[in-house]
């Protein structure tokens, strides 16, 4: 296929890859993107954020679980769901993903190189095509390879009931009927969502992890009434507990023998423990790339690594690990390569999709007792407020975290319906160092998830002794706090 000169190769088509690459292209740079699958998307589109996203949300309609409050724990829309029926709007909504993206790409100029990538050198990535081989010499080089699961040799991967999260989305993976129990090894964010879905269509299911905190980033109020709701739809966690050893016996079922010689049987094992650098076949060592733990790639505050003009972004670099971050990674990370000033954003919002789902911004009380910030607290549950009601979630609560000396918001966390979009109105204030005393002076459309931001407010300020009226009773309530 011949040699090629680019300013910027980006590898990987993830939403790392794809902003890095749109961002260059913008800069007035040409730019190679190289994606090793036929179609591009990464691993967001085709086994992680977008189908598990779409089967949660097939989930939660096909099986009911929204209208339970209502009509009882019996009530589903569909009897007997099955795999297909879920897959099939998986499929529907994956397809069109890939669409736009590569309508993106194509559209702003980047050249979609289809092939394996790997490096001869820092400045040289040879990609192995169907067509022959294509040598890219170039200047900058950002990696969004993105990561895979990890897989424990103690596990006997049969990707029939013995599988890991990405199997479950293969084109080759059958499943005739949704299993009547699952243990899933891995307490993490994938593995807990993975719980609380097939929880919700009936499944028995066991979470093993060897940690004793789920999440320790999430605010434990907030961990604390999750757990909670796990409980109570029959998730059994199995927290500070190992494996030993894992075998199908002669009936088909999985047998998993923990550390302390117990028994647990189930129809089907996910292996959730922890993601692995997707840069096998890349030859970082040509490059002078350094890798880490589990072959994460190491970089500074510009996602420059140990290669003055390589550069890593999103899931490869490992926490947050989100969609979202990796994004906006990619896009300062074509910036800093070509020398562009690039204003960063520090208030990321995490989004975890479990049943319910929880959403959190800025710092935790854990955090701010470790920084030595007196700070309170003000509480706004979805039960206090008519649309909670109407969707049928009474249990959702929205926290806000804030400063004594000036009620300068610090932190918002929620658990319930509609966190992860409730959540944005709370980084707009972080983002501009409002106080919550913003919440109580705003209007909100009514009736909306978004009054629990002004109960929660004015939760908070009654704990510093404010009383409603003016903007003096604030800074009085204030003074006195001190």
Known sequence: MGHKKVDLVVIGSGPAGQKAAIQAVKLGKQV?????????????THTGTIPSKTLREAIMYLSGYRQRSLYGRGYAVKKNVTYQDLILHVNHVVAHEIEVTNDQLTRTGVEIVQGVASFQDSNTVSVETDQGIVTLETDKVIIATGTTPYRSPRVPFNNINILDTDT??????????????MLIIGAG???????????????????LDRRTEMFRFVDPEILEALVYHMRNERVTLY???????????????VKT???NGRAVKTEMLLFSSGRTGATEGLRLDLAGVEVGNRG?????????????????VGDIVGFPALASTSME?????????FGVPVTTFHHYPYGIYTIPEISMVGKTERELSEMGVPYEIGLGRYREIAKGKIIGDSTGLLKLIFDQRDAKL????IIGEGATELIHIGQAVLAFGGSIDYFVETVFNYPTLAEAYKLAALNGLKRLGWTPGNRRDLEIAVEHSE
Do not use: W
């Not at 190679?32 to 967001?44: H, I, N, T």
């Not at 080759?172 to 009547?180: A, D």
């Not at 879905?197 to 499944?203: E, I, P, Q, Y």
């Open 32 to 44: 190679a993107l190289v994606e090793k699958r036929r179609v591009v998307g990464g691993v967001c």
């Open 168 to 181: 479950i989305f293969s084109k080759h993976f059958k499943m005739e009927r949704l299993p009547k129990s």
């Open 189 to 207: 964010v994938i593995g807990t969502e993975y719980a609380c879905m097939f929880s919700a269509l009936g499944v028995d299911v066991r979470l």
């Open 239 to 253: 927290l500070g507990k190992d494996f030993e050893s894992v075998e199908v016996d002669e009936d088909m079922q």
């Open 257 to 259: 023998v923990l550390e």
């Open 296 to 312: 994460l790639i190491e970089v500074n505050e510009q996602f420059q690594t140990s290669a003055e003009n390589i550069y890593a």
């Open 329 to 337: 990674q990619g896009r300062c990370a074509a910036c800093y390569a």
């Open 410 to 413: 610090l932190g918002v966390h």
